[in-house]
């Protein structure tokens, strides 16, 4: 399937940013191949426009390539299943590229590196609200002390985390990517998920299903 080999590359592609950090270069690899938007907007070469695709391929921690391949690997099958996988690629690519452009337009002048999967997951994450609305997902819920897991619709999961991107955006606005979050990323690539969705899928699979991730 698309969504493991898209998970294998990123792996092996974190495995050689270990290899160069190692040797003291993966700072310049990854403002190389990062979107840095004040640079793309200077320059707007071929190699820049690229980075709109590269980047998506980078990480810039364990932690961070982590939580994007649990995402990607929970809900990324059950998409591709209805796009099939041709479509499924050119729909990541699509809400990779658009999450890049999106953070870019909210900080143009930045100049630090933009890297990792999280916008086209994000988009990934909007194609599967509208696919799969009435699918329960399996949540860690907490209430003081207790911890409970509880299999809630994909609406209310889904739905939480874009007004949560939402608001942590709305008070990051202007002051760049805080904490190492961009979240106009995560914004733009959901919003082109929702958007593109049905554009992907296959006409004979377009009902939505209950299939749990």
Same mark, same amino acid.
């Given at each position: ?9 990123? #792996?092996?592609?974190? =495995? ?6 190692? +040797? ?10 990062? +979107? =840095?938007? &004040? ?27 982590? %939580? ?33 452009? &999106? ?22 994450? %909007? &194609? ?18 207790? #911890? ?7 609406? =209310? +999961?889904?739905?939480?985390? /874009? ?6 955006? =709305? ?13 106009? &990323?995560?914004?733009?690539? /959901? ?23």
């Amino acid at each position: 399937m698309v969504t493991y080999a898209i998970i294998a590359l990123n #792996v092996l592609v974190f =495995v050689y940013e270990l290899l160069l950090d190692s +040797v003291g270069g993966l700072t310049t690899f990854l403002t190389t191949w990062g +979107v =840095v938007p &004040a640079r793309l907007l200077g320059e707007f070469s071929a190699v820049e426009l690229l980075t709109l695709v590269t980047s998506m391929f980078l990480h810039s921690g364990l932690m961070h390539i982590l %939580g994007n391949m649990l995402y990607l690997w929970i809900f990324g099958d059950n998409v591709e299943d209805r796009m099939g996988r041709l479509r499924f690629l050119c729909f990541y690519l699509l809400a990779g590229v658009g999450a890049g452009v &999106a953070q870019m337009a909210a900080d143009p002048n930045s100049v630090i590196p933009a890297v990792g999967a999280s916008g086209a997951i994000a988009g990934v994450l %909007g &194609a599967y609200l509208l696919l799969y609305p009435h699918a329960r997902i399996d949540t860690l819920v907490t209430w003081s002390f207790f #911890v409970r897991l509880r299999a809630m619709p994909a609406v =209310v +999961v889904l739905g939480f985390w /874009f007004v949560l991107q939402f608001l942590n955006g =709305v008070l990051s606005f202007g002051v760049g990517q805080t904490g190492g979050v961009a979240w106009f &990323a995560h914004i733009g690539g /959901f919003a082109l998920g929702l958007l593109t969705v049905r554009l992907f899928t296959r006409r004979s699979d377009e009902m939505p299903s209950d299939r749990r991730p």
